[in-house]
C-alpha cells in the first residue's frame, strides 16, 4: 500500500509498504479522507508540537474517514463494507481515568499521527473497531472527515456550559471556531463576537451568524473592539480556538467577571501566557479542552439530521498525489482557505 510521509519538516515522500491485516477486535479501514488540522501543521512546520517531537518519518493525519475492508474476531461482521469516521484517540482502557469515563484525558493514550503513532495519510489503516462510528449516506466523504474537529468543538461547548442568553467570543475563526460557531447555532439569542487576524474568515462568521467580528491587528485594539462589542461588559464565555500569543492573551481579558474559558487552541511552543491578575481579580474559570469525549457519534447525528451543516467548512479538496499543494496553501492561508481535504482515493 501507498503511504504519504513525512521524512522531515516540509517534505513529504510516498512510500510503499506491505498492507496490514486486522487482528482482534480490529478493522482494516481503507481510507478515503484525511483533513489537515493544525496540529499536523505544526509537525510539518517545525517537526514537534509543544514536548511532542518527531525524530523519524511519520505518516502524519488523524481526522479521517473511510471504508471498513475487513475485521479481525469478535468485531461484528456487518461492520464490512460500512464507511466510518474514526476517533484517533486510543486510550489505554485500564487506568483510573479510563475507567471512570474521562479516556480523553488518559496519560498512556497513543494518537493517530502523533510520534511515535503512524496516522491516515495512507491507502488503509488498522484501528480498534469500538472508536469507529458509522456515517450514514446522507454525509458525503468530506463531511465524515469533519466529524472529528466538530466532536472537539462540542466537548468544549459541554465544558463551557453555554446558555441561551449569553454574551460569547471566539478568538479564532479557523475550524474549530467555525464548528463552535456552528454548535452556538443550537441555542438562541447568542450574542456572538469572533475575533481573527484574516477578513475572509471574518466574513464567513458574519454570515453564519455573528453579531459582530473583531480584527485581529494587535492586542490592545483587538481588546478594545471586543469591549465595545459587549457593552464594556465582556464575555459570559471566551472560546480561544487558534494557540497564538495574542489570542491566549486575549482570552482572559475579554471575559467578564466570573467568565468561564474554553481553552482548545495548541500553542505550538507550549506556552501560554496571560495576566494573572486579570484572571484572579475576574474570578475567572479556565477549562482546558483535551481533544473530545463521547462527542463523535452525537456530532455525526446533529450533521445527519439536518441540525448543523458542515459542508461550507471544506474549502479545497486535494488529491493524495499533491498532498505538498494541500500543505503549502494551509501554510500560507491562502485562496480562502478553511479546511483542506486530501482525497486518498486519488493517487494520480
Not at 495512507?122 to 466523504?141: G, I, T
Not at 448543523?308 to 482557505?337: M, N, Q, W
Request: net charge negative.
Amino acid at each position: 500500500m501507498k503511504q504519504i510521509v513525512l521524512n522531515r519538516p516540509g517534505h513529504f515522500e510516498v512510500q510503499t509498504t506491505e498492507k496490514p491485516s486486522a487482528g482482534e477486535g480490529m478493522a482494516l479501514i481503507r481510507i478515503n479522507a484525511v483533513g489537515i488540522c493544525g496540529s499536523d501543521m505544526h509537525l510539518y512546520r517545525k517537526g514537534h508540537i509543544g514536548n511532542i517531537q518527531m525524530t523519524d518519518p511519520l505518516v502524519i493525519g488523524h481526522e479521517c474517514m473511510g471504508q471498513v475492508e475487513a475485521v479481525g474476531e469478535k468485531v461484528p461482521k456487518d461492520l464490512i463494507g460500512r464507511r466510518v469516521a474514526v476517533e484517533p484517540a486510543m486510550p489505554c482502557g485500564t487506568c483510573r481515568w479510563c475507567k471512570s469515563g474521562l479516556h480523553n484525558v488518559c496519560p498512556e493514550v497513543a494518537f493517530l499521527g502523533l510520534p511515535p503513532t503512524p496516522g491516515a495519510m495512507q491507502e488503509y489503516l488498522v484501528h480498534p473497531a469500538h472508536l469507529l462510528e458509522r456515517l450514514p449516506d446522507s454525509l458525503n466523504d468530506a463531511e465524515g472527515v469533519i466529524m472529528e474537529p466538530l466532536a472537539i468543538a462540542l466537548h468544549g461547548v459541554r465544558l463551557a456550559k453555554v446558555k441561551p442568553g449569553q454574551t460569547i467570543v471566539i478568538l479564532g475563526t479557523g475550524v474549530i471556531g467555525t464548528c463552535v460557531m456552528s454548535l452556538l447555532g443550537l441555542y438562541d439569542h447568542l450574542r456572538i463576537v469572533c475575533v481573527d487576524l484574516l477578513k475572509d474568515r471574518l466574513a464567513r462568521a458574519e454570515q453564519m451568524g455573528a453579531t459582530q467580528t473583531v480584527l485581529l491587528t494587535s492586542r490592545e485594539p483587538a481588546l478594545e473592539g471586543i469591549m465595545d462589542a459587549t457593552d464594556g461588559l465582556g464575555a459570559d464565555i471566551v472560546f480561544e480556538c487558534a494557540g497564538t500569543p495574542d489570542t491566549l492573551w486575549l482570552m482572559c481579558e475579554a471575559a467578564g467577571p466570573a467568565g468561564h474559558i474554553a481553552a482548545i487552541g495548541s500553542n505550538p511552543d507550549d506556552q501560554v501566557i496571560f495576566s494573572s491578575g486579570t484572571s484572579r481579580r475576574k474570578g475567572l474559570t479556565i477549562r482546558c479542552v483535551r481533544r473530545s469525549l463521547n462527542t463523535l457519534d452525537e456530532c455525526i447525528r446533529l450533521a445527519a439530521a439536518g441540525k448543523i451543516d458542515v459542508k461550507p467548512l471544506v474549502t479545497h479538496t486535494f488529491p493524495a498525489s499533491k498532498a505538498d499543494d494541500a500543505f503549502r496553501i494551509v501554510e500560507s492561508y491562502g485562496d480562502g482557505v478553511l479546511k483542506t481535504v486530501i482525497d486518498m482515493k486519488d493517487w494520480k
